[in-house]
């Protein structure tokens, strides 16, 4: 099986500082994608990063940057200028990639198990 | 902002019956997606679907569930009996054929139904 591997069951961050929540993953594919999910006590799922195993450059959006090092099998999520309302589960994901006439699309979601980040005042 | 809708959010249900979780996916999205989560763990592919066919299933995804598009809007999961064990928070998820700009601004789940079988 192709896994997710997310190390850190918890991560503690002071308010306004940076952190990084690490992912590794497994996999043969030549083409596939890697998320970044938000999951606050609410138990929705907020997408926040993608990263294409094509691009050259790593994906921003706002505060959060995913640091992907393809060769070593990592895409970890860097927050910077953590705010209290960070705080919350994290899943890194995967998916493999299809390119169909029109276009590319994905396939499922593999998850990893989740970081639990808490921010502190 | 376009957004995959679920109902309901919460359901309870006695062992034994049946659910159908609901959810409308992105108007012009052709993949569709179940996913489950068991309270404290990770999300878990559950089936896709496409072209109005199952395109792939977990081993999760046994006789007891069923997926339908009924009317070209709704997505729904269905379980026949239910089970303690299928009390979780069920997520739906839809995207659309792209190219590699659009992909990465997709955020394409639903809020969930959390499912309580007593």
Known sequence: AQKITQTQPGMF????EAVTL???YDT?????????????SSGEMIFLIYQGSYD???ATEGRYSLNFQKARKSANLVISASQLGDSAMYFCARTH???????TSYGKLTFGQGTILTVHP | EPEVTQTPSHQVTQMGQEVIL???PISNHLYFYWYRQILGQKVEFLVSFY?????????IFDDQFSVERPDGSNFTLKIRSTKLEDSAMYFCASSTRGGARSMNTEAFFGQGTRLTVV
């Open chain 1, 13 to 16: 961050v002071q308010e306004k």
């Open chain 1, 56 to 58: 050259e450059q790593n």
């Open chain 2, 51 to 59: 072209n109005n066919e199952i395109s792939e299933k977990s081993e």
């Open chain 1, 97 to 103: 990639l299809t390119s169909r006439a029109g276009g």
């Open chain 1, 22 to 24: 690490d992912c590794t």
């Open chain 2, 22 to 24: 609901r959810c409308v």
């Open chain 1, 28 to 40: 043969s594919d030549q083409s596939y994608g890697l998320f970044w999910y938000k999951q606050p």
